[in-house]
Each structure stands twice: as C-alpha cells, then as structure tokens.
C-alpha cells in the first residue's frame, strides 16, 4: 500500500481544479484496500474514491482519505455461445478498453467510444452516449465492501441502473436491510452502496451476433456523408469520435467534466406542453413511455452558449458543458470549484424560470 500525504489533485481531475488530498491512498490491487482499512489510524477514517478525475467538481481540499484508483489489466475473461466476456481493472481508461476490444475483434462498445474517466467509474455512472449505456453491455463487477474488506460480485440487476444512476450513487440502507441482503445474496431494491463499495474490476459481455447501433441524428449524417450501407463496427467507433472532439473540448486544454448536467426526462402531456410554447425543442422518446429532453438545447435556449462567470463558462460548442476560463495548469489562475457551481446553479434557475424544468448535475461534488 502506497500513502502519500499533502498531494496536488489538480492534475487528477479533468477540471484542472486546484485542491489537495491530506491523504493519498494508490489502489492497484484489492490488498491494498484492506491494508488500507485495517490500518489503526486511516482505516478509521471516511474514503473518497478517485478514478480519473472526469465527473469531479473538488470545492476545496479532500480531507476524506483519497483512494486512487490504478488497478490494470484487460483480457478476454471467457466466451458463451453469444457473447465474449472482457474484464478490465477499475483503473484502465474507459476509452482504452473501447479501442482495445475492437483491436482484439470484439464490437459492441463503439458508440461509447472518448467518454472519459475510469472503467471503474462507468458502471457508478451507467454512463452512455449515442444510444448505448453501461448497462446493454454489462456482465458483472467485483467489489470490495468498506466496511468488511469482504470482495463481493454484483450483476446487473443488483447494480440498480437507470440513467445515469445505479446503487453506487444512493446512501446505504440500514444494517437490517444489508443484512438480509447477504441473507438472499444480493441488495434489494433501493439498496445503496454509495460509499460503501470499491469497484475493482469490471466485466462486459459483447455480442458475437453483433448489429451496429445507428439510431442517432448525428450517426445518420455520417454514415450518409460516408455513404457506407453497413458501416463495421470501426467505422462506427472513427464516426463518434470525430463528432465528439467536433463538439466537446479537450480536457488537456480547457478543463471540463464533459456534460455538466443530466437530459431530464418528462411525460408526454408535459412534452406536448412544452412544444407548444417551443416547437424546436430537441426531445427523444423513451421505451418507458417518458420523453428525454436535451439538456444542452434548453440551455443554449436560455442563452447561456459562450457565456462565462468568473473563470468558470460555458462551451461555445456545446452548452451542456461547462469549463474551466482559466489556467488549468496554474495553481492561483484556475477556475474554482466554487465558481463552476455558482455557474451551473445561475444555469438551472434560469431553465426552471423558463421551462419549469430542475436541471439535475452530473458530477460528484465534493
């Protein structure tokens, strides 16, 4: 176990925020978290975890000990009739292992391709884009519980997903409920374990019968500007990467958390509402029966697109994201976690004022 005191954190989230953890804690194994919580004086007390730094807003200091994550490795775990079954560490770069598995033949992850942070963090996020999430290619996870040191495996139900959302995200329920959850051998529903569980490793079962995913407008147009009928999955994987540095920027020159704020999905009748007072607004269908709305559109709408509050904007691009105005690399010329939600706050009243809509944030505040 490797501990680290007074450690810079501004390189370890894609903010570029300037902050420090008093303690440092370099996971590369599942030994290291149970040195970690069996140690008299560290184990004691409360953790925050830390993949890549990409769905982060630091407010300050962490004084919860850091756990960084940095366990590697990816392999081909085994193979079913349907599917190939990869399993990555927590810390591998979710974009790696998408370029990875295509280099080894397995497709399946494409149109999540450039989603930046860890495999560590997408299964707390089920993060997706371009019609795909977590969760349509997700096998199972190991864990370890901060509580016992005990390494536990989840499934896919047990982990709870909905957009954006799984039971990494929701506080622990009270010990009578994770006790006869180990009783039936899996969390019940509402079971959170924010804060509770380490992710160690992930495992993804791709498809062999695998058929591209094309549903998106911004597909569409590429795959008809290539003119490609029956684009592979490579194709795929070049098309949402071009669209994605065409629209969001590059965290190593303006600090960024990617989409700042979750699509907020409502009824139809309150779809129907809104259409009649903006016939332009972006909304999606969903299988459930709600209709998806761009976040993005309905801020660009309450004219937020390029503006900028202290050091902290909004994208020109694309005004879902917010960015850093300032030096991400200097200590005193950074923006300020303070500044970024003072921001995005001025941002959600201004979309409830117009539209009668909560704007829900994406990262972790801490």
Known sequence: MLVEKNVPLQHCNSFGIAARAHTLVRVRGEDDIRDFLAHPLWGRQPAFV???GSNVVLTGDVEPVVLKMEISGMRLLHET????????GAGERWHDLVAWT????????????????????????NIGAYGLELQDRFDSLDAVDLASGELFT?????????????VFKH??????????????GRPPRGLG????AVITRVRLALPKDWKPDLGYLDLQRKQTEAGIKSPTARQIFDWVCAIRRAKLPDPEKIGNAGSFFKNPTVTPEQCSDIIA??????HYPMDDGTVKLAAGWLIDACGWKGKTMGRAGVYDKQALV???????HSLDGSVTGGEVMTLAQAIQTSVYERFGIRLEPEPVVV
């Not at 149109?111 to 996020?125: E, H, K, R, S």
């Not at 989840?154 to 799984?166: K, N, T, V």
């Not at 007072?277 to 972006?282: A, F, G, L, Q």
Request: net charge positive; charged share 20%.
């Open 277 to 282: 007072r903006e016939p332009k607004i972006v």
């Open 171 to 184: 506080a622990p329920a009270e010990r009578n409920a994770v006790m006869r959850a180990r009783v039936a």
């Open 154 to 166: 989840l499934g896919a139900a047990q982990c709870a997903f909905g957009y954006r959302d799984s």
């Open 50 to 52: 830390l993949g890549g």
């Open 193 to 196: 374990l924010a804060g509770r």
């Open 322 to 328: 917010l960015v850093n105005r300032g030096n991400r």
């Open 102 to 125: 295509l280099a080894q033949g397995y497709a399946g992850l494409e149109n999540m391709a450039l989603i930046p942070g860890t495999v560590g963090a997408a299964p707390v996020q």
């Open 81 to 88: 009739e349907r599917h190939w079954i990869v399993e990555a």
